[in-house]
């Protein structure tokens, strides 16, 4: 199962883009990638999942380059409510079945 | 569409204590989860069904914590007896995608806070 590796935290101000980027270098052929948000006190939210090139939702953008070796989640015009810690996943298949290896996250903290 | 529910929400028990937890997934979900959330890092999975067969239980300390999932739809998970270091937040998700597919998203519930003294 692929690994992934992130920053541990990051600092943004309200208004600004805010791009979180994650390795993830055994990545394999099968795996697609996805990116979940936690706030205190509540369960991890799914945000956006992507195989390769971009994908795009309401909420963020996700950009994968052709290796796959890494992914860049990007939040545009971050907010005060987009203060959370976020996780990168490498969704791969352990035994037939799909297991999620979560990682310790970026806790992104937004100031005024 | 109703979330995934979990409760209590909280409980506190001192160790060597029995304590027991509560899920309903999403309506018409095949497969459910359980993870444990020590503070500061992320949820790392306890066990997956799928219906109410096992699937992976391979992170379960089965010999204090068993699992549940009678008729394939809500869950329980048990811890007897209970050791300081259980003290964790206990996340219980949901999806309905087939497993073979990379692409499946789950769906978590609020968790339960467990405090063991």
């Known amino acids: 199962l692929a690994k992934t590796t992130q920053p541990i935290s990051m600092d943004s101000y309200e208004g600004q883009e805010v791009n979180i980027t994650c390795s993830h270098n055994n990545i394999a052929t099968n795996d697609y990638i996805t990116w979940y948000q936690q706030f205190p006190s509540q369960g991890p939210r799914f945000i956006i999942q992507?195989?390769?090139t971009k994908v795009t939702n309401e909420v963020a953008s996700l950009f994968i380059p052709a290796d796959r070796k890494s992914s860049t989640l990007s939040l545009p015009r971050v907010s005060l409510s987009d203060t959370a810690v976020y996780y990168c996943l490498v969704a791969g298949l352990s035994g037939g079945y799909n297991k999620l290896i979560f990682g310790a996250g970026t806790r992104l903290a937004v100031h005024p | 569409e109703a979330g995934v529910a979990q409760s209590p929400r909280y409980k506190i028990i001192e160790k060597r204590q029995s304590v027991a937890f509560w899920c309903n997934p999403i309506?018409?979900?095949?497969?459910l989860y359980w993870y444990q959330q020590i503070l500061g890092q992320g949820p790392k999975l306890l066990i997956q069904f799928q219906n109410n067969g096992v699937v992976d239980d391979s992170q379960l300390p089965k010999d204090r914590f068993s699992a549940e999932r009678l008729k394939g739809v809500d869950s329980t998970l048990k811890i007897q007896p209970a050791k300081l270091e259980d003290s964790a937040v206990y996340l219980c998700a949901s999806s309905w995608r087939r497993l073979r597919e990379g692409q499946e998203t789950q769906y978590f519930g609020p968790g339960t806070r467990l405090l063991v003294l």
């Open positions: 992507g195989y390769k």
């Open positions: 309506s018409g979900h095949a497969t």
